[in-house]
């Protein structure tokens, strides 16, 4: 009884910040979208880089942009993890080899960070603070620089122009990560997260054996970490370690710190576009997925019917802190992975079929509630172009979304991008399985050991992050496989985005008619969440059935 109020008074908590975060923080987005005017420090970064901060971009010269920036980034993160041994502040750490240097560097740049590896022993600090965090701040600035021109894409009219990739990035890097990570880190630190530059240090444990703990600069890439929606941990257990997620408090603040952006967007699009009520149904049909896969995952941890120990124990504990106990490891685990964020601070192997399955089936969503930062709300709006064309197809009549007619050209792209990950996830999953010697990476056999690979391909072209943790995936086949399925997850989707924003911003607006579809009432919010479903649940069924329903039925 006391667990379940605990876990009520924790929601209820988190929903009442999240809330209350809503409307300040999307519209302050919105201002730095707009505002035409450039801070001083904005400015040397233009200046520096021969950037004209007040050209337009076309949409195929903004996609160059984002495309030409991540692979300079991915070529410099490889080279860093390739030389980290001759870096200060190495602590002894070996080169990366080039296998997992080139599938760590595709992870951090596409905002996936998956990692093969154990932080705290193969990597120096130099590296986790100028590598990867520096990463974890321009990744999530790129997804929402792309969501910012796709909502321009809706407000403008008869123009091939969508913004300045290079403005909106530094913008959102100056004006919003940089400020709320350095606040966040600090009330971090007042919990108990680690922020020093300590090498290992040798203890001796109870039992009288020896272990050694390395510190390090924790809390500053902790706050990036959830806020961006990365989930790379300094640490190999993640948000599970002590001296990442100390307390139920801390945890607590993780969780809405990886929540309070990609929330927070949807206000963003109501205001860019001028009408407040499209963000309030878009973000809706968010809090509806997430709340609903909340309480699935809750329910399956709380009456685990797996085991007789499950029911002693009041549920499913394997794999989970008993610090923070099952109410929060699955609000956490449910957030994580509708999200694009990965971070874990309990084993998503050890949960039930359902609770499991249903991870699974959150990244299968495209991490569309409420998603990555940035990337959920632009997958999310594409969802929505395919409901308003089929509400379309319903009445007999062109389908129109905030005054712009849905043509055959826009759905060709909107398509594109819908198809795109589950074609990387079923072709990687299919691949891994049909070779012989990827399957002995696996370390459980039948349905819960294809779940294990059914899960590495999602979470990699979904850019989550997460694993299951029963699939040995550093090897060389599943370092370039995974890398690639980050890469074409990430970036081919973006090209159908932008596209998508160049041609509607070439367009003439239409006016509003009594035929015209409200996409701001209680109806159109429904039927968006009936679109996600029914499109994931026809797209992934069969593997789902074959991995983590096969399971739970077998059971």
């Keep these: 009884m006391t667990d379940t109020l605990a876990g009520c008074l924790q929601l209820l908590a988190l929903a ?149 990739f290079w403005v909106d990035l530094t913008r959102v890097v100056v004006r919003v990560l940089l400020p709320l990570a350095f606040v966040f880190a600090l009330v971090l630190v007042t919990t108990g997260v680690v922020q020093n530059l300590h090498s290992g240090q040798e203890l001796t444990t109870i039992a009288g054996g020896h272990q050694t703990i390395t510190g390090g600069p924790v809390a500053s890439q902790e706050a990036i970490k959830e806020l961006g929606t990365n989930g790379g941990g300094f640490y190999n257990a993640n948000s599970a370690h002590p001296f990442e997620n100390p307390t139920a408090f801390s945890n607590l603040i993780e969780i809405y710190l990886l929540l309070v952006i990609a929330f927070s967007l949807p206000r963003t699009f109501g205001r860019m576009v001028g ?150 996830v079923l072709t990687g999953a299919g691949t891994a399985m049909a070779l012989r010697g990827e399957r002995t990476a696996m370390l459980n056999t039948g349905p819960h050991g294809f779940s294990e690979v059914l899960y590495a391909f999602t979470s990699a072209a979904n850019n989550n992050g997460s694993a299951f943790a029963g699939l040995s995936a550093d090897t060389t086949w599943y370092n370039t496989a995974l890398g690639l399925a980050m890469l074409f997850g990430r970036f081919l989707p973006v090209v159908f985005v932008l596209a998508l924003a160049g041609s509607l911003a070439e367009q003439q607006p239409v006016p509003v008619t009594a035929g015209t579809l409200p996409t701001h009432r209680p109806q159109f919010a429904g039927l968006l969440a009936a679109v996600v479903l029914i499109v994931v649940g026809l797209t992934y069924f069969p593997a789902l059935a074959l991995g983590p329903l096969a399971e739970g039925l077998r059971r």
């Design 275 to 424: 009408d407040n009520r499209q963000g309030y149904a878009i973000v809706s049909v968010m809090v509806l997925i997430w709340a609903a896969s909340v309480a699935v995952i809750t329910v399956n941890e709380l009456h685990s019917t797996s085991s007789t120990a499950g029911h002693a124990a009041g549920g499913m504990t394997e794999g989970k802190e008993q610090r923070l106990g099952i109410w929060a490891s699955a609000l956490f685990a449910a957030s994580t992975t509708l999200t694009s964020t990965g971070a874990v601070n309990s084993a998503h192997d050890s949960y039930t079929p359902g609770g499991g399955g249903t991870t699974i089936f959150n990244m299968m969503l495209g991490e569309i509630a409420p998603g990555g930062a940035g990337s959920g709300l632009y997958g999310i709006l594409v969802l929505a172009v395919v409901a308003v064309f089929i509400a379309g197809l319903m009445v007999g009549r062109t389908p129109e979304y905030l005054g712009k007619k849905l043509r055959g050209k826009e759905i060709k792209f909107a398509s594109l991008y819908i198809l795109t990950t589950p074609t990387v």
């Design 16 to 164: 009442g910040a999240l809330v209350l975060s809503y409307r300040p923080l999307g519209d302050y987005l919105a201002w730095i979208l707009t505002s035409p005017s450039h801070w001083r420090a904005e400015r040397l970064f233009y200046r520096a880089g021969g950037v004209d901060p007040d050209a337009d971009q076309r949409w195929a010269v903004y996609l160059t942009g984002v495309l030409a920036f991540s692979a300079v980034c991915v070529l410099s993160l490889y080279g860093f993890l390739r030389l980290q041994n001759h870096l200060p502040l190495a602590l002894g750490t070996p080169q990366m080899d080039a296998g997992q240097a080139f599938n760590t560097a595709a992870s951090f740049v596409t905002n996936t960070n998956w990692q093969s590896y154990s932080g705290e022993s193969a990597l120096g600090h130099l590296v986790q603070m100028t590598g990867l965090a520096v990463q974890n701040f321009v990744s999530a600035a790129v997804g929402i620089a792309v969501v910012a021109a796709l909502i321009r894409g809706f407000t403008r009219t008869r123009t091939d122009r969508v913004g300045n």
